[in-house]
């Protein structure tokens, strides 16, 4: 049995929220500039210029990339072999992103009671923390944070079995095209298929933290990405809202086994920062 302190889980938890919010991954900023490189739009090429000016003042200046610094969420796998020391795991990580979204002069969004009493908490706490158990001695922490307008424009249906992959596609594609502007594209797209109504919607947001552009394993789901990314960039949304052909940079689709009667599909999208940091304690 390995042991690992609390204080270590709550200081790796601090950089993570301020390193997420202020650094646009290599991976991102590397779609952005194979965007600018292939788009027609005049508008749309100045609107990518300027999501990567403001990504260098970012970096630059340590500011947000974002004013809307997003709801805290987690996704961690749990090493059946680890013990930690000194404190619970969801009180390491909610300390954690309450000094991190301090120290780094981050906006706390969190309200204490989502309908009566919607009172700001001032720490951006708590944070919603997927945990599963995995073989092995090691704790991963994979950090997004999720901004209020991409994740406003989520959808869920419950299909009949009957139903096809192209009327799933259309339903993803019309997601997208009623989300327009207000998801801050180009948007990566998130899809859970399968599973339960709550399970699915779990799948879609966990899709997104999937190295972005890397496929499905399975060619068959690999294919449904390609032909979903091919018709979202057809629907002259583009960057912001303002045109063009780069209205999303992936789409990813995990899916999970179902009732026979079933076919739960849910989309979750993220906006062009797509903020997401992974660490292996």
Known sequence: MRNVDYKKIVGAVKNMVIEANYNLSPQVSGKLKKSLKTEKSRLAKATLKICLKNVEIAKKEKLALCQDTGLAVFFIKVGQDLHIKGGILSNAVNEGVKLGYKQGYLRKSVVSDPLFERKNTLTNTPAIIHTEIVKGN??????????????????????????????????????????????????????????????????????????????????????????????LNKLNIGPQGFGGKTTALAVHIEHFPCHIASLPVAINLNCWVHRIVKKII
């Open 138 to 231: 090691k704790l991963e922490i994979v950090f997004t944070a999720k901004g209020g307008g991409a994740e406003n424009t989520s959808s869920i249906k419950m299909f009949k079995p009957t139903d096809t992959k192209d009327e799933i596609a259309d339903f993803i594609v019309d997601t997208v095209k009623k989300a327009g502007a207000n998801a801050c594209p180009p948007v990566v797209v998130g899809v859970g298929i399968g599973g339960s109504f709550e399970h699915c919607a779990y799948l879609a947001k966990k899709a997104l933290i999937r190295p972005l552009g890397k496929s499905n394993a399975d060619k068959k789901y690999a294919k449904l990405e390609r032909e979903i990314l091919d018709g």
